[in-house]
């Protein structure tokens, strides 16, 4: 793979170097969790994205080789629900041929991919993360608002597994009075069971739609020692600078992960971009508004313009919305999680 010019990159305002690109495929999704898209705001009257107006595969593979000439090594692809976008093997494929690029992994529900797995791996994904809230079935309808049931994502899970897809990643959002009782040891015995990383995540108020609080947020801190109490855990070190997950492994054996993006900021370090399912370029997941790079790209930009745009947008990124949450901003318009993934 090719290591990328060096003087081609630039740091942003506090130093830190573009790394991981999330490209959400699409704005849609068959779950209505009410953290992230509750139903009476995404309702069947809801105007999602028209199929014009989604950047193609060829889009984004070309945006792909642009931003990894800028130092991208690793590509999310998320949504919405990814496996809601057809033929996503394709977009793989075409991704795992960027030079320079590392690592392609996946978010999704779980609820399409025992079908897609297989396929998916043998187009190049590396690996993937499944979002899963309970495993209580009757828990996870209601935090889901679906009619898939918990044994389809189970089914999902133990597909990629078996496809060779690792390793599998179980993220799991807690919320106060949601899902913060018998289901956190539940999900992290699911992973120590199975071998899978469980990483517990800190309620957050992404977008201005799922009526956040801060009293629904349980702190990272009462999760570990809620762990900890159960199976001693120690401090892992990250894999990489800019990981976003807190590591513990389990003095047994195993690990578990906290993304305490409320109580723990890690603004500092975060490497990340997103690209929105149109081609809005997101330099933080609480972003109020995007760059629009579909109109560039539509509109006769060549690659060496389009890298210079983006390099400019990165170089004067501030970004550090966690280190700095108020009151006041919390209540500010972001844009929504389905639209750009988590």
């Known amino acids: 793979m090719r290591n990328g010019d060096a003087n081609s990159q630039v740091p942003d305002r506090f130093g830190r170097w573009l790394r991981d690109l999330r ?40 945006l792909a080789r642009v931003f990894a000439r800028q130092g991208v090594r690793k590509i999310r692809l998320t949504g919405g629900e ?9 977009l793989v494929g075409m991704l795992a041929e960027v030079d320079g690029i590392d690592d392609i992994a996946l978010t999704t529900n779980g609820s399409l991919l025992a079908a ?27 935090i889901s608002d679906t009619r898939v049931p918990l044994s389809q994502v189970l ?19 807690v ?21 899978y990383v469980v990483r517990f995540i800190e309620y957050m108020d992404v977008g201005t739609t799922n009526g956040w609080r801060m009293t629904d947020v349980v702190p990272a801190r009462e999760i570990v020692d809620r762990l900890h109490a159960a199976w001693p855990l120690e401090p892992a070190d ?16 195993g690990e578990v992960g906290i993304i305490a993006s409320v109580t723990e900021p890690f603004c500092r370090t975060c490497t990340r971009a997103r690209l929105s399912a149109q081609g809005e370029l997101f330099t933080c997941l609480f972003a109020s508004s ?9 509109g006769g930009t060549d ?37 750009i993934g988590g």
């Open 23 to 62: 490209i959400s495929v699409t704005d849609r999704c068959n779950f209505r969790c009410r953290y992230c898209m509750p139903r009476e705001v995404f309702g069947a009257d809801h105007l999602f994205l028209d199929r014009s107006e989604l950047l193609t595969f060829e889009e984004i593979t070309r």
């Open 82 to 90: 990814p496996l809601l976008r057809r033929q996503l093997d394709q």
């Open 116 to 142: 897609q797995a297989r396929g998916l791996r043998d187009a190049g994904l590396s690996r993937v993360t499944v979002s899963l809230d309970s495993l209580d079935a009757e828990r996870f309808a209601r």
């Open 155 to 173: 089914r999902g899970i133990a597909a990629a597994e078996e496809a060779g897809l690792a390793p599998i990643k179980v993220n799991t959002v």
């Open 175 to 195: 919320k106060r009075g949601m899902n913060d009782g018998s289901d956190v040891l539940d999900l992290a015995g699911f992973g120590r069971e199975h071998g």
């Open 238 to 253: 990250p894999d990489y600078t800019g990981e976003v997950a807190r590591r513990y492994r389990y003095l047994d054996g």
């Open 290 to 298: 995007g760059h629009d790079l579909r109109a560039l790209l539509r």
């Open 303 to 339: 690659d060496a313009e389009l890298e210079s745009h983006i390099q400019a947008l990165w170089g004067r990124r501030t970004d550090r919305y966690s280190e700095l949450r108020t009151t006041e901003s919390t209540r500010a318009r972001k844009v929504e999680m389905s639209y």
